[in-house]
């Protein structure tokens, strides 16, 4: 069964792009997952990608009023109003710094709310279900070409500023200290997880982009020692979550997001389930040597 | 670097902490800080760092107001329990290391100093494993990786047992032979052991005294 859906991924070009874009999904996801992770605002990327579907549902609606833009495209304005959410989330923060997870609970809901209003405007409601559950078996070439310059774009801030911006996700106010230019590194840091985010939404959609973002991390935290060895566990998992779930996606004619989210979860149930009965039967081992 | 502190004073909303506390510190000089809880000695330390923005004409780097001031790679500054540090999430010590060096220095110091520290036993250790005593060696490197010439420390040794507490006060002695300002939280108990030059008691109640070792400045201002 297994081997004729990696004959198909290679014999058809749905499923050639599917693979192409969730290669990408799988290594995007964690690598800004784990910042994400370590500066403990998890729920960001859900905050941005809400603020992101502002845009598209705005888009939808300019359109619907015969509106042409330069971007005809609704991801481009999800693109712009994901940076914007993002810079709203960093100017709530600073204003609430011992509550920074108020500053997302705003943008959230503020995103939320206009995105309904927009869509209901566009009269367009039907297309709000695969931007919220995402669909990677219909991307287009264009999306691949996209995706592709996006992780580009990604990569050379992470070879030029990759430092920086880990000093800065680790500890925010000792960064200073090591000359780096705090406030532009967040905003840096922000715009590329907004631009990577929106990116996203088509293949992973608005309510699943956060859980690939995290999970994989979330799973590769319990077994990394190191953050490079983290950085590569969350990874090759998000990548197992991404093969196997466009397989079964494949298979069972599923919703694809769904079904890697699925996966990823149950990664995570694997090792946390794991590494505790090996942590336990070592201490055995321990006691008994005692 | 000179430090100058002229009239500060400082308030959370409608409760004010420090109130017209006035010093001046020389290059090479070692200040401690002492006082009970809420005293306002980090609230203190937080202002001089620009963690708490103050307003101008009250602290001055080498005449410059803090304000106007850019160069905090001059400070190194280890926080109380390294607080704002997520040491949660996987990182060894040299990633670490690495990720907290963006100037160059002297490769042979940087490397004798972290022998002494004994930081090549840690280097492939996750920060998570590691003991209070080692998590402060780690971050007094960190902080020392650049060369700083004011080093800062929030209450360092409140978490650490005797023996890292005796080596802690050698090393920051070592480092003011070689001419580093340091300027030191600490609780009352610890104050016979250190060698300090300075001594800036805060008694919680906006009243605070500053002498030099043995002779007395200023007293009771308030």
């Known amino acids: 069964m297994i081997l004729s859906f990696i004959t198909d991924l290679f014999q058809q070009d749905f499923m050639l792009r599917a693979l192409i874009a969730?290669?990408?999904l799988g290594i995007l996801a964690p690598l800004l997952g784990t910042f994400v992770v370590v500066r403990r605002l998890s729920f960001i990327a859900d905050t941005l990608g809400h603020f992101s579907l502002v845009g598209i549902s705005v888009s939808l609606f300019l359109s619907s009023l015969g509106v042409t833009m330069f971007f005809d495209k609704p991801l481009y304005l999800g693109i712009i109003f994901s940076i914007i959410g993002g810079?709203?989330?960093?100017?709530?923060?600073?204003?609430?710094?011992?509550?920074?997870?108020?500053?997302m609970v705003i943008?959230?809901?503020?995103?939320?709310?206009?995105?309904?209003?927009?869509?209901?405007?566009?009269?367009?409601?039907?297309?709000?279900?695969?931007?919220?559950?995402?669909?990677?078996?219909?991307?287009?070439?264009?999306?691949?070409?996209?995706?592709?310059?996006?992780?580009?774009?990604?990569?050379?801030?992470?070879?030029?500023?990759?430092?920086?911006?880990?000093?800065?996700s680790f500890d925010e106010s000792s960064a200073k200290f090591l000359g780096i230019n705090v406030n532009l590194f967040q905003i840096v840091f922000i715009i590329m997880l907004s631009v990577v985010v929106s990116v996203l939404l088509e293949s992973a959609?608005?309510?699943?982009?956060?859980?690939?973002?995290?999970?994989?991390?979330?799973?590769?935290?319990?077994?990394?020692?190191?953050?490079?060895?983290?950085?590569?566990?969350?990874?090759?998992?998000?990548?197992?979550?991404?093969?196997?779930?466009l397989w079964l996606a494949y298979t069972l004619n599923i919703p694809s997001g769904a079904a890697i989210v699925s996966i990823n979860i149950i990664i995570l149930l694997l090792v946390a389930v794991t590494k505790k009965i090996v942590l336990k039967k070592r201490i055995s081992k321990m006691d008994k040597l005692q | 670097m000179q430090i100058n502190i002229n009239n500060l004073s400082f308030a959370y909303g409608a409760k004010t902490i420090i109130s017209n506390l006035s010093l001046t510190l020389n290059s090479g000089d070692y200040l401690v800080i002492r006082g009970k809880n809420g005293s306002g000695k980090s609230t203190f330390i937080k202002c001089l760092l620009g963690f708490n923005l103050v307003k101008s004409g009250?602290?001055?780097?080498?005449?410059?107001?803090?304000?106007?001031?850019?160069?905090?790679?001059?400070?190194?500054?280890?926080?109380?329990?390294?607080?704002?540090?997520?040491?949660?999430?996987?990182?060894?010590?040299?990633?670490?290391?690495?990720?907290?060096?963006?100037?160059r220095t002297k490769e042979s110091e940087r490397l004798k100093f972290l022998e002494k520290m004994g930081i090549f036993e840690i280097i492939n250790q996750n920060i998570n494993s590691l003991s209070g005593g080692q998590l402060q060696?780690?971050?007094?490197?960190?902080?020392?990786?650049?060369?700083?010439?004011?080093?800062?420390?929030?209450?360092?040794?409140?978490?650490?047992?005797?023996?890292?507490?005796?080596?802690?006060?050698?090393?920051?002695?070592?480092?003011?032979?070689?001419?580093?300002?340091?300027?030191?939280?600490?609780?009352?108990?610890?104050?016979?052991?250190?060698n300090y030059t300075h001594l800036l008691s805060m008694y919680g109640d906006l009243t605070t005294s500053f002498e030099e070792r043995g002779v007395e400045l200023k007293e009771g201002v308030l």
């Open chain 2, 137 to 194: 060696r780690v971050f007094i490197v960190r902080a020392m990786l650049n060369n700083p010439e004011v080093l800062v420390l929030d209450e360092p040794t409140a978490s650490i047992d005797k023996q890292n507490k005796e080596f802690f006060y050698s090393t920051i002695e070592d480092l003011h032979q070689m001419g580093i300002t340091i300027i030191l939280i600490t609780h009352n108990d610890d104050i016979e052991q250190l």
């Open chain 1, 87 to 103: 810079l709203l989330i960093e100017l709530f923060r600073r204003s609430y710094n011992n509550f920074q997870e108020i500053s």
């Open chain 1, 22 to 24: 969730g290669i990408m």
């Open chain 1, 205 to 245: 959609g608005v309510l699943l982009i956060s859980s690939m973002m995290v999970i994989p991390v979330a799973a590769g935290i319990k077994l990394g020692w190191s953050y490079k060895s983290t950085l590569i566990i969350s990874i090759v998992f998000s990548e197992l979550s991404v093969f196997f779930g």
């Open chain 2, 58 to 103: 009250m602290i001055f780097y080498d005449k410059v107001d803090i304000t106007d001031f850019k160069s905090w790679t001059r400070f190194g500054y280890v926080s109380q329990n390294f607080d704002d540090f997520n040491y949660e999430f996987p990182i060894t010590v040299g990633e670490l290391l690495q990720i907290s060096s963006l100037k």
């Open chain 1, 107 to 168: 943008v959230i809901s503020l995103g939320a709310a206009l995105s309904a209003i927009f869509f209901s405007l566009s009269k367009k409601t039907g297309s709000l279900y695969n931007y919220l559950f995402g669909s990677i078996l219909t991307v287009t070439n264009y999306y691949i070409i996209l995706i592709l310059i996006t992780g580009f774009i990604v990569a050379i801030l992470f070879i030029l500023f990759g430092k920086q911006i880990l000093a800065v």
